[in-house]
Structures are given as structure tokens and as C-alpha cells.
């Protein structure tokens, strides 16, 4: 206590400069949040991972992250911002193409040309049958790759789908045509998520942070007192601002992963520090001659071995994931580290000395004037 405000300035300069990293230059989101096409899949023969950078920076996609896979040799996980393989412009010139090659066909109308957003295929609806080998060209000339053009749904509903070439297959080929025989197989696993679903996902995210935070805030206020419930929350809430601070800075990928790390992060953080103030709950009642501020310095003194000794364990046990587990467990276990390291320090030197510092500038002037209260009331009386 008797340095709380060096560690106050300490805290404070430390979220002031996160708040400022989270506007600039602002969290590296990964696919989950920006949308985007991820691929895992190994190659051929011995390939690093600047080449693979390189290799995909001149087939076009600028910035794909390139993470290699640590349990199987020569594999990668390519992630790009890429969701759709053709252009809004190509989306109109291919329903132009097709009005315009079925205009000539005596009874056939097109009824509807749809393109998903993803941009994988095309469902054309008309009034009457036709040879797929024309639709095939009228939807090649919009300068899009066509992997097959077959009838959809019943033979009455005159409906065809084109599959379309997507992102993951334009760039595994474009991979196998530079790398020759080291280029990659079929891949282990693809997955793509919308720009819209990305937002979604990311406005959940946040929500999610929100409502845990205000119903630990409630536990707390019930749980303990109404005196220790906003300390807890503010150390708990400056645990998750600083691990994303740090997160943003080394513009690591910021995703639901670990979203859910700092939701870890929020428990162990407020766990953490309720067993900081269970002591000094107890301590209140053994030491009545004594001031908060003495009865903090004491429990915090009796709870330190205990704090550092439970932290110590949990950091070896997350230390071994990050040094051994694959790459998506080390990103969580990254989170893990710092968040359990700035937990264990807020509970000892952000939590406790805000409490005291809160009860003596709000409590325990409004005791003082219900008291003054009390005593005039008698006097009357």
C-alpha cells in the first residue's frame, strides 16, 4: 500500500497506451472477424514459409498469413482476406451473359440469376430446358473458371447451377503451377467465412466481454459489499484492456480464440482477487481498531505467498502449452500468459488499493454525514 500510487501510475500508463494501440494501429482481426478464406494442407517436398509468402504475394494475394503447422512436416495454414474468387463486375457480366445467350432460345425466359455472396456458384432459373454447354460458355466469358454446369432441384423447375473455381481452388493451382512437384495436395481443411458473418461474429465478441463483466460486477456487489464490487470490476476490466494492448501491438491475430482466452482471462482475474478480499473481509472484523488501509496491507501480506504460488503453477502448465502445443494453442496460451501475469499483479496492487482509496472518498464521508444525521435526530428528539 505504501507504494500503491507508483503501481496506480504504473496501471494507468499501461491502459492508457492499450486504449491507444486499439485505435492505432488497431487489432490484426483475424477471419473470424474480417472474413476471409483459410486453408490448411501440406506440400510436396520442402517449402518455407517466406518462399510461400513470396509465391503468394505474386499470385495476388498481398498480406495472406502464412502460419506453419508444427505436428506435420512441410504443412501450412495459408489464411487470406480473399472470400470470393469474382468481382461484384464479373457478378453482373455473368447475369449479362446469360440474358443475352438465352434472349435467341424460342420459349425460354430467365426468371432469376442468382450469385451467392461467397461467389462459388450460379443458380439460374428459367421457364424452359436448355443445352448446359451454352450456359457453361455464357458464364466462361465473364472470365471466370467453371468446374462443372448441372440441372438443380426437380426436372419440372428448368433450374441449373454452375460451380464456380473459389479462392481456396485458384490458389492451391496457382501454388501447384509455380512450386511444380513441392506444391501442395488436396487440403486437410478449408474454411471461409462471409465479410457480414465476420461482423457478426465480432459485434458477439464484444457483447459477450460486456455481459460477463456487468454480471461479475453484480456477483461481486452481492457477494462481498457494494465498497469492494467496483475495484474488482476495474482490475478485472484493466487485465483484459492490457492483454489486448500487448495483443495489438505485436499485431498477433486477434480472434475467437481469443475472445474466449480473455473471457478466461475476466474469471481468473476476479477469482484472483475475491480471494484478496475474502481475507480482508475477515480481517475487517479481527482488526476493528485498525484503519483499511493497515487491515489491506496485512491480508495482502498474508495472501502473498499464496497468490504467487497458485499463479506460479497455473503459468507452468500454460508455459508448456505455448512452448509445445501446435500454433493455435500457443495463440491462446500466448494470451493466457500475459493475462495471468497482469491478473496475479492487479489483484495484489490495482484491486485492493482502489477499494481502500474508494472508501475513503465516497464510503466514509457518506457514513460520516449519516451519522451527523443520527445525532441531530436524537437531539431533536
Known amino acids: 500500500m505504501r507504494h500503491r500510487r507508483v503501481y496506480m501510475a504504473i496501471s494507468f500508463t499501461l491502459v492508457t497506451a492499450s486504449i491507444a494501440a486499439i485505435f492505432y494501429p488497431g487489432p490484426n482481426y483475424g477471419t473470424d472477424f474480417l472474413g476471409g478464406t483459410e486453408i490448411q494442407v501440406a506440400f510436396g517436398g520442402e517449402v518455407s514459409s517466406t518462399e510461400l509468402r513470396s509465391a503468394l504475394g505474386e499470385l495476388g494475394y498481398e498480406g495472406a498469413d502464412v502460419v506453419a503447422v508444427v505436428e506435420q512436416e512441410n504443412a501450412y495454414i495459408i489464411r487470406t482476406r480473399e472470400f470470393s474468387a469474382i468481382s461484384d463486375e464479373q457478378k453482373e457480366q455473368i447475369r449479362t451473359n446469360v440474358e443475352t445467350a438465352l434472349g435467341g432460345v424460342e420459349g425460354v425466359d430467365v426468371q432469376r440469376v442468382r450469385i451467392p455472396e461467397g461467389g ?11 443445352d448446359e454447354a451454352m450456359l457453361r460458355t455464357a458464364v466462361e466469358e465473364a472470365g471466370v473458371q467453371v468446374i462443372r454446369v448441372a440441372r438443380f432441384g426437380t426436372a419440372s423447375a428448368h433450374t ?4 464456380l473455381a473459389g479462392v481456396a481452388t485458384e490458389l492451391l493451382e496457382g501454388l501447384r503451377d509455380r512450386l511444380g512437384d513441392r506444391g501442395p495436395g488436396t487440403p486437410d481443411r478449408i474454411e471461409r467465412v462471409g465479410p457480414r458473418a465476420g461482423a457478426q461474429l465480432r459485434d458477439a465478441a464484444i457483447k459477450s466481454l460486456l455481459y460477463a463483466i456487468a454480471f ?5 456487489a452481492f457477494r462481498f459489499d457494494l465498497r469492494f464490487a467496483p475495484g474488482g470490476v476495474i482490475a478485472m476490466a484493466h487485465d483484459a484492456i492490457i492483454t489486448v494492448g500487448i495483443y495489438v501491438l505485436l499485431q498477433k491475430e486477434f480472434n475467437l480464440t481469443i475472445i474466449a482466452a480473455l473471457l478466461t482471462i475476466v474469471g481468473y482475474s476476479i477469482n484472483d482477487t475475491i480471494v484478496v478480499y475474502d481475507r ?22 498474508q495472501m502473498l505467498s499464496r497468490t504467487i504460488m497458485t499463479s506460479g503453477t497455473t503459468l507452468l502448465s500454460v508455459s508448456a502449452f505455448f512452448i509445445w502445443g501446435t500454433s493455435v494453442i500457443r495463440d491462446i496460451s500466448f494470451a493466457l500468459f500475459i493475462g495471468i501475469l497482469i491478473g496475479t499483479y492487479s489483484s495484489i496492487y490495482v484491486a485492493a488499493p482502489l477499494t481502500e482509496w474508494m472508501d475513503r472518498r465516497f464510503f466514509s464521508k457518506a457514513k460520516a454525514r449519516a451519522r451527523r444525521a443520527r445525532s441531530k435526530q436524537r437531539k431533536k428528539a
Not at 462459388?120 to 421457364?127: A, G
Not at 480481517?283 to 484503519?291: E, P, Q, V
Open 216 to 220: 461479475i460486477m453484480v456477483y461481486v
Open 160 to 163: 441449373y447451377e454452375a460451380q
Open 280 to 301: 480482508i473481509r475477515e480481517n475487517l472484523g479481527r482488526y476493528r481498531d485498525k484503519s483499511l488501509y493497515d487491515v489491506i496491507n496485512i491480508s495482502t501480506s
Open 120 to 130: 462459388d456458384k450460379v443458380r439460374i432459373e428459367l421457364t424452359g430446358d436448355v
